[in-house]
């Protein structure tokens, strides 16, 4: 299994746009499916993004549809998660999610998740 690392949260305005990464460690990157999820304080966890193995499917929901980009480097063993236009209910802890299957939305598959890292969105 792989093991993952996020990074580049922060605080930002809103309107503002941040960068999150994804650093896996291992050779079975490419092999999964790598997902965006977020929670929000006193909220169930969300999904926000996903990416098939080879980076050539995405998807997202409506609520960031337009302003989030999911990306992949195999070679970097790197996923990343680059949010634009953010508004402050886009605030919560964003973690990187490493799936077996392509099942986007659903967390049944995912197999192993990072620490989390917190994005603040002020208004």
């Known amino acids: 299994q792989v093991q993952l690392v996020e990074s580049g949260g922060g605080s930002v305005q809103a309107g503002g746009s941040l960068r999150l990464s994804c650093a896996a460690s291992g050779r079975t990157f490419s092999s999964y499916v790598m997902e965006w999820f977020r929670q929000a304080p006193g909220k169930e966890r969300e999904f926000v993004a996903a990416?098939?193995?080879?980076?050539?499917?995405?998807y997202y929901p409506d609520s960031v549809k337009g302003r989030y980009t999911i990306s992949r480097d195999n070679a970097k063993n790197t996923v990343y998660l680059q949010m634009n236009s953010l508004k402050p209910e886009d605030t919560a802890v964003y973690y990187c999610a490493a799936g077996t299957h392509w099942a986007p939305v659903r967390d049944t598959y995912v197999a192993v998740w990072g620490q989390g890292t917190l994005v603040t969105v002020s208004s």
């Open positions: 990416i098939n193995w080879s980076g050539s499917s995405t």
